[in-house]
């Protein structure tokens, strides 16, 4: 009959990625993710939602949160 919903708060995944050497290539890339972060504490400390933020992300690092079992059926 009807379906049967997870109810269980969306998880973000927020991936940043700066691949050049030395002087970053996105100088404004760092207080970029710190305000995402910041933005995503309060969300997770109001209820709304949880996150995984991945830096200097890699397919490897991407891949592996996706397959964390920890966040599997989100």
């Known amino acids: 009959m009807g379906q049967t919903y997870n109810m269980s708060k969306p998880l ?5 990625a ?6 970053a ?11 995402v972060e910041n933005a995503l504490k ?5 209820g709304i939602c949880s996150y995984e933020i991945i830096r200097d992300a890699t397919r490897e690092k991407v891949e592996a949160v996706f ?3 920890a966040l599997l059926n989100r």
Request: proline share 3%; charged share 35%; no cysteine.
């Open 12 to 16: 973000i995944i927020a991936a940043f």
């Open 67 to 69: 397959q964390d079992a």
């Open 42 to 46: 309060k969300a997770k400390s109001d």
């Open 18 to 23: 700066d691949f050049r050497q030395g002087d």
């Open 25 to 35: 290539f996105l100088p404004a890339l760092k207080k970029e993710v710190e305000a």
